[in-house]
Structure formats: structure tokens, C-alpha cells
């Protein structure tokens, strides 16, 4: 099976008063949702990453999408194409570390090393608050 860099696949988004978001991907067997459609569609997009790279890795064949507008609704619900950039997905499950180096004010580094913190730890601790990950 040859990988991509994107995919689009079809989702189903159902609306109930009172409850979240539902999202399915009828081609893929798989749900989630959000609180609101902003946060169902991250979710949707997290899914379909995770899905499609284990399948992927298993060496699983993907289904054909189903073109959007053959996806059954009800009242309630909306058909969309959800898509994934997979190149991040796929770096994100990969544990190996990245070398980078960084400019700090030599004051600054001396400092950090008198007080025996870990400047990579520190840059890595913020790029994940930063990044919200």
C-alpha cells in the first residue's frame, strides 16, 4: 500500500439537543465528537490520523472514500470531507529525539547551568504548552 501525504474521507456529523457532536466515518467503522463543531472537526481529524496510521503501519489496505454527496443523512445530521496531513501524524508517533541547536545569551546558559537546568527539557516543556500538546 503506498502512503500519502493527505487524506479525505467523508463524516457524518450529528446534532442532538443536549449532547455533543458525533462524528462517524461510515467508510472506516470508527466515531468520536466535540462539544461544538470546532472541537467534534479537531476531533474528527485526530481520529481519522490515528486510524489511518495504524492501518498503514499494519500494512491494511484503506477503503475507497465514498464521494460526500452518497453518504445518507438524517434531518439531523451533516455529511462533510474531513482531511488529515499525515507527514505530522506520522512524526508525532515517533519517539526518536531531534537535535537542534539554539542561541542563548552566554549570561543566561551559565546561569542555567549553575542551577543545573536542563535547557532542552525547559524548550521542549514550552514548545508543548505553546503548541497546546
Known amino acids: 500500500m503506498k502512503s500519502q ?21 461510515p467508510d472506516l467503522g470508527v466515531a468520536t465528537s466535540g462539544v461544538d463543531e470546532p472541537d467534534a472537526l479537531m476531533s474528527a481529524r485526530d481520529l481519522l490520523g490515528i486510524v489511518i ?13 465514498t464521494h460526500v454527496n452518497a453518504v445518507k443523512v438524517e434531518d439531523n445530521e451533516l455529511a462533510m ?14 519517539d526518536k529525539a531531534a537535535t537542534r541547536s539554539v542561541t542563548l545569551p552566554a ?27
Open 53 to 65: 496510521l495504524g492501518m498503514e503501519q499494519d500494512g491494511e489496505e484503506l477503503p475507497e472514500p
Open 107 to 133: 549570561w543566561l546558559d551559565a546561569l542555567a547551568v549553575e542551577n543545573g537546568i536542563d535547557c532542552s527539557q525547559v524548550l521542549e516543556d514550552g514548545l508543548r504548552q505553546r503548541l497546546g500538546v
Open 5 to 25: 501525504d493527505r487524506y479525505f474521507y467523508p463524516a457524518v456529523f450529528t446534532y442532538e439537543p443536549g449532547c455533543e457532536i458525533a462524528v462517524t466515518f
Open 81 to 94: 470531507l474531513v482531511d488529515v496531513c499525515m507527514p505530522s501524524v506520522r512524526m508525532a508517533n515517533v
